[in-house]
């Protein structure tokens, strides 16, 4: 029986925390006041990511044999048949839950789902991959936004796509962390989308109010990229795990004017993210 630790490591489960991130952005973009929706929401949300990240490795399986023989499948830890069997699970779960809070989020589910599916399959083989990876957390915050009072409207939208310029970024960056090959610099510059969307969208009093939150992730970014362009002995993999708990900062950007309590909860995902990368490998 494989361990807990074996399982945690192949959900990527520090990374769950901008999952929830990414859910409480969408629903709050789009109005929230549905609670009686959020909590299943989240369950199904989270069910999905750890699906999609079984598959991944599952699909993985004979490049990590050659290149990360430290991941759960090659190094023994678990079978690769049952890989593939507890993420088809999930993803049937967490789909099932998405369907039951209304048809809308239900088809939008499942367009996730079918996103999760493309990406694993063909992210190792084909260059523009992480434009996938970005199309499911967009789709993650557009499922969110269907079950909030408002349902999908421009703010979660657009907001959603400068997450997903992010993601771009982090994800072309990550490309680099198992070849060890040098990063490339124009990557980086999709990081800043969510900064941009911030200054162009939100005049007056709302602009002001993202002031501080536009400089923490600016530095955020900034911190987490030293580790590779400017550090003695690049570490592609610290930058790339920074860069992913920096995903709950670009949620909090885009919901800048919540109310204060709301903005502790952000707070509290990423430094859950950060106590989670200590024990559980981001990548």
Partial sequence: MPTLRTLLVL???????????????????????NGRKFFPLLL???????????LNDAFDARFDAQHRRERPIPSGAIAEKSVWQISFGLLACGLIIL????????????????????YDAVHKVITLSPLLM??????????????????VNGWSVWCGLALALYIVGLSFLARKEATGTTINYWPCLLLAAPI??????????????????????????????????HA????????????????????????????????????VLLLLALLFQKFIPAT
């Fill in 232 to 267: 003695t002995g690049a570490n592609i993999g610290r930058t790339i795990s920074g860069l992913l708990a920096g995903i709950v900062l670009v949620d909090l950007l885009a919901v800048a004017d919540v109310p204060h309590g709301y903005a502790l909860i952000f707070i």
């Fill in 11 to 33: 959900g990527r489960a520090s990374n769950l925390p901008t999952v929830w991130s990414n859910c409480l952005a969408g629903w709050w973009l789009a109005g929230g006041g």
């Fill in 134 to 151: 970005a199309a499911c957390r967009f789709l993650l915050y557009v499922v969110a936004a269907s079950t909030a009072l408002g349902g």
């Fill in 99 to 118: 369907f039951m809070l209304g048809m809308t989020t239900g088809i939008l589910g499942a367009l996730l789902v079918g996103f999760i599916l493309l």
């Fill in 44 to 54: 199904g949300a989270t069910l999905l990511y750890l699906g999609g990240m079984f």
């Fill in 196 to 229: 941009f969307l911030a200054l162009v969208m939100n005049p007056g009093a709302y602009r002001e109010s993202a002031w501080l939150l536009l400089l923490v992730l600016a530095l955020w970014i900034i911190r987490s990229l030293r580790y590779s362009l």
